[in-house]
T-cell receptor, first 111, second 115 residues
Framework: KQEVTQIPAALSVPEGENLVLNCSFT??????LQWFRQDPGKGLTSLLL?????REQTSGRLNASLDKSSGRSTLYIAASQPGDSATYLC??????????FGGGTRLMVKP | DGGITQSPKYLFRKEGQNVTLSCEQN?????MYWYRQDPGQGLRLIYY???????QKGDIAEGYSVSREKKESFPLTVTSAQKNPTAFYLC??????????????FGEGSRLTVL
């Protein structure tokens, strides 16, 4: 059974810092991996989707990489801002076309 | 605007009552999902449907029921048999075919509280 782990569970950084969020998964037979952002009491907003054949995707200050063989993905946030404060979740789509979610990393960017 | 609409946003229920959460999408997506989110826990799949008039149980289906009579609608009923229904419920949808991006989109969620 696929297991997805996100470390750290919480992270606090000063504004302007570049940061990396980690996502690891146990079964490398995935179709794609998706990063989401969730604000308190809200639904999930899709940030980036990486297909299994891709190595990375970029959107603005966000860059996500995927290394299937090692079962890892990273989300890089450049020049962090207080508005980036949220919980970030990764999810992998694998066998049976089902998604497995990580527990999330709660990010706080301090002004 | 295209998207997923969940209603109500907040719902209070007395013990022993059934409640139905609405999920409507105008994205023309084939597949729809219901997830439950509890504090300190990840998202857990309740039910999913890949085509009209067909749906499958997820990891925590006990105490819940769904229907998929229309492509755009996937309501979730939380029955009195659900022992701990207080939670945040999220509906999602996507193209089901692997030919497409497979990107998952979520609604804004419904928070159910049992009094």
């Amino acid at each position: 059974k696929q297991e997805v782990t996100q470390i750290p569970a919480a992270l606090s950084v000063p504004e302007g810092e570049n940061l990396v969020l980690n996502c690891s998964f146990t079964d490398s037979a995935i179709y794609n991996l998706q990063w989401f952002r969730q604000d308190p009491g809200k639904g999930l907003t899709s940030l980036l989707l990486i297909q299994s054949s891709q190595r990375e995707q970029t959107s603005g200050r966000l860059n996500a990489s995927l290394d299937k063989s090692s079962g890892r993905s990273t989300l890089y946030i450049a020049a962090s801002q207080p508005g980036d404060s949220a919980t970030y979740l990764c999810a992998v789509r694998g066998a049976g076309n089902m998604l497995t979610f990580g527990g999330g990393t709660r990010l706080m960017v301090k002004p | 605007d295209g998207g997923i609409t969940q209603s109500p946003k907040y719902l209070f229920r007395k013990e022993g009552q059934n409640v139905t959460l609405s999920c409507e999408q105008n994205l023309n997506h084939d597949a729809m999902y219901w997830y439950r989110q509890d504090p300190g826990q990840g998202l857990r799949l309740i039910y999913y449907s890949q085509i009209v008039n067909d749906f499958q149980k997820g990891d925590i289906a006990e105490g819940y029921s769904v229907s998929r009579e229309k492509k755009e609608s996937f309501p979730l009923t939380v029955t009195s048999a659900q022992k701990n229904p207080t939670a945040f419920y999220l509906c999602a949808s996507t193209w089901d075919s692997l030919i497409y991006t497979g990107e998952l989109f979520f609604g804004e969620g419904s928070r159910l509280t049992v009094l």
